[in-house]
């Protein structure tokens, strides 16, 4: 039995770390579409392309259930394949799910108008396609009144983690976190708006302060499947764990266990 875990390029091991820690019984198919990587600075008919085709090829590897590991393709692309495009038999997750309900504290399922949350003040670190997409603010309307949410484009984190180029990495990170607080100077709470800066989340929180709650989608997400599939255990689907990229699989490997500090060996999708 296999679920399938989808990432643009290697952010969504920091979810796959996670949820195999959570959920050791289960085999997980990781894709990493290394080729096309970054989906955040392209635009949305092209991410929505490319996810879909990178969800039809866990299809095939026999995962029935497909988390986007990615909040690029989450804000840009989710919507649009719950609306027309994904078999009926299967089922594809986002990352914002687990966010928003840890954020205001309700289930995805309470349907009761909008109230007032914990946090009044909201800075979203995430790629340019997430921030143009507005889809958390979109997403969080509906359950929470009273937030301002100030979204930073967070432009060359991703490429820098990609290249293991850490320390400009850290630079990208203070400098976006610097360009914030002009816009608001004392947030109560921090988004990590995209799976690879989970791998900064102690730069974050430094040019943040210790006084700003930061909140990182993996556990999140971890503890959502966990609940997802005590409901719903036919979702497990067929497949053998396995690690996949549209990439060269010998560098994606060599920075997949530079980042996890463990081995990880990937094989051409």
Not at 32 to 46: E, I, K, L, N
Not at 207 to 217: D, T
Request: hydrophobic share 45%; with cysteine; aromatic share 8%.
């Amino acid at each position: 039995m296999a679920v399938g875990i989808f990432d643009s390029g290697l952010g969504g091991l920091t979810v796959w770390n996670k949820v195999q820690e959570r959920l050791p019984e289960v085999d997980f198919v990781y894709l990493a579409d290394s080729a096309h990587a970054p989906y955040g600075v392209r635009d949305a008919d092209d991410i929505y392309e490319l996810t879909c085709a990178a969800v039809q090829r866990l299809f095939d590897a026999g995962c029935d259930l497909v988390i986007l590991a990615c909040n690029t393709a989450s804000a840009a692309a989710l919507r649009r394949m719950q609306e027309g495009w994904i078999p009926r038999d299967k089922r594809v997750l986002g990352v914002f799910v687990p966010l928003i309900e840890a954020m205001t504290e309700r289930q995805w399922g309470d349907n009761s108008p909008p109230r007032e949350v914990a946090v009044n003040h909201v800075a979203l670190f995430a790629t340019p396609a997430t921030v143009a997409s507005r889809a958390f603010q979109r997403e969080l309307s509906f359950r929470a009144i009273g937030v301002d949410v100030e979204a930073q484009a967070c432009g060359g984190v991703v490429d820098a983690i990609e290249e293991g180029d850490m320390i400009l990495a850290e630079a990208l990170v203070r400098s976006h976190v610097d360009a914030l607080k002009r816009k608001m100077p004392n947030p109560d709470a921090a988004i990590l708006g995209c799976t690879h800066y989970p791998l900064m989340l102690e730069a974050f929180q430094a040019a943040l302060g210790g006084q700003v709650k930061v909140f990182s989608q993996a556990e999140l997400v971890a503890d959502s499947l966990a609940d997802y599939l005590e409901r719903h255990p036919d979702m497990t689907g067929t497949g053998e764990a396995a690690f996949l990229t549209t990439g060269d699989p010998a560098r994606v490997s060599d920075r997949a266990t530079q980042f996890l500090r463990r081995q990880i060996t990937f094989t051409a999708a």
